[in-house]
């Protein structure tokens, strides 16, 4: 249990590396931003590793596509795995592109037996390149299909079965996707197997009243809190992770922010969960 993290943003490289602020336990950072050998970011990063656990979150796995993993990216990655040594690698259930072109957008799947058999084959072999498992996010969806013959926590729990991944649970990307499809976000929290889920995502969404659009770029609302307070009833202490990907603001307001889920995890457990690191000097 690593504890309660943020996503780290360049805007935020100067008082990261200066203040070392110890109400963050860990940070998790967008693979591709990070993959060439040399340059300013992978310096960044090899400094807040020699202080801070990290996990990568990628954009590039291409999970619900039929076309084999892209192995130029995989090599990279496994590089940078190497290095960094973060504690798991995560990625999303969706597709981004194909024959060689990024959508640049994370985009829904259908939920059936066709694609729970390509997008098994695909992590067993991506799992297999990298010699580890990997964690997939649930995405936020704005239509369902009709040819879908599950539900999506089930055919996450199908993927789990099949090849040992486990679950990025984005409890903002739940009640973002059940409120634009009109299911139950406590019944699709209650239905993933629970001993699958290695971290949650927390993060804002736009309210557009008839439908949500998950943007990252306001504060977690009540009803996210609510429910993240719910998830961690049901799956006890799980790594937190806080995004924040536009309208950034000052750091001490994300951290502050960040209490709030670890109160929440310690209120609903009756724990005191410790930072995962000490105080800088």
């Avoid at 926590?153 to 679950?167: H, K, Q, S």
Wanted: proline fraction near 6%; charged fraction near 20%; aromatic fraction near 8%.
């Amino acid at each position: 249990m690593l504890g309660f993290g943020l996503g780290l943003r360049s805007v935020h490289y100067e008082h990261v590396l200066s203040q070392r602020p110890a109400g963050v336990d860990w940070f998790e950072l967008i693979s591709e931003n990070y993959l060439a050998p040399g340059g300013r970011p992978r310096a960044i990063l090899r400094a807040v590793r020699e202080h801070y656990p990290v996990v990568l979150h990628g954009l590039s796995f291409n999970i619900g596509t039929n076309e084999a993993p892209d192995l130029d990216y995989l090599r990279q990655l496994k590089a940078l795995i190497r290095e960094c040594e973060p504690a798991w690698v995560s990625d999303h259930l969706c597709w981004t592109g194909l024959h060689g072109r990024t959508s640049h957008d994370l985009l829904p799947i259908s939920y059936q037996a066709q694609t729970l058999q390509q997008c098994s084959d695909k992590i067993e072999q991506i799992q297999d390149y990298l010699g580890q498992i990997i964690v997939l996010e649930n995405p936020a969806v704005y239509v369902s299909f009709r040819s879908s013959t599950m539900t999506e926590p089930d055919f996450l729990n199908a993927l789990v079965a099949r090849t040992g991944c486990e679950i990025l649970l984005d409890v903002n990307n739940v009640y973002v996707s059940t409120f634009n499809t009109g299911g139950d976000p406590h019944a699709y929290i209650d239905a993933l197997n629970p001993r699958a889920i290695r971290q949650f995502h927390l993060a804002g969404h736009t309210d557009n009243t008839s439908h949500l659009i998950d943007t990252h770029d306001h504060p977690v609302c009540d009803a996210v809190w609510r429910l993240y307070e719910h998830a961690c009833s049901r799956f006890g202490p799980v790594a937190t992770l806080l995004e924040r990907d536009d309208h950034i603001p000052p750091f001490p307001e994300l951290e502050a922010e960040l209490q709030q889920a670890r109160q929440i995890q310690e209120r609903v457990l009756g724990t005191a969960n410790a930072p995962a690191r000490a105080s800088a000097p």
